[in-house]
């Protein structure tokens, strides 16, 4: 994928009408589904011109455009995280002599048991710290009642202590840089 470092600064337009609102047109990348790049203009709404001065439009304006021209946040946030995990499994989790087999054994277990199910079709952007604090809690509830009727535990403590520090914990929101612009 090629990456260009346009800087927009599109212009602060009203709608017409009963009710105008002040907006912009800037061009805004999209991640096709099969993978490439996709530019499109794209309204966006910045508030009221009842509620908003001009300056204050401005001032939502960069604000707006301070996200979007950091283009590759934006295409990495369009990203699935499970593509994500593929990548991170393939590149530090299986090669050879990276960990011990204990250790690999372990995170593909946290990988494909419980990591994949409960992140895979997210964009990176939903993938938030609250999101993975609410998915840990919930790991460590117990895990309903065996046939006898007794409570089954949920992950035990260390379990869920590597969950809680496993190195996919650490990398919101911005995946490799080699891995959205094809190197």
């Known amino acids: 994928m090629e990456t260009t470092c346009a800087f927009q600064n599109p212009k602060l337009q009203q709608t017409a009408g009963h009710n105008p609102r002040w907006y912009i047109r800037p061009y805004v990348k999209r991640l096709c589904a099969d993978g490439t790049l996709r530019s499109e203009k794209e309204r966006i709404y910045l ?3 009842s509620e908003m001065g001009k300056r204050q439009a401005i001032t939502e304006k960069n604000k707006v455009m301070a996200t979007i ?3 590759r946040y934006v295409v990495q946030a ?3 995280f499970g593509d994500f ?3 991170y499994e393939k590149q530090f989790v299986l090669p050879e002599h990276h960990l011990a087999a204990s250790t690999q054994a372990k995170d593909l277990s946290h990988l494909r048991d ?3 199910p409960a992140f895979r079709d997210l964009m990176m952007a939903e993938v938030t710290p609250q999101r993975i604090d609410a ?3 919930e790991k460590a509830k117990s895990a309903g009642v065996d ?3 007794n409570a089954r535990p949920g992950l035990s403590w260390a379990a869920t202590v ?3 520090k496993h190195p996919m914990r650490n990398v919101h929101p911005s995946p490799p840089m080699g891995l959205v612009d094809g190197t």
């Open 114 to 116: 419980h990591i994949q």
């Open 47 to 49: 508030g009221d011109c």
């Open 69 to 71: 021209n950091r283009e």
């Open 147 to 149: 046939a006898n009727g």
């Open 135 to 137: 998915f840990l809690a």
């Open 85 to 87: 995990i593929d990548h």
């Open 162 to 164: 590597r969950l809680a």
């Open 78 to 80: 369009q990203m699935r």
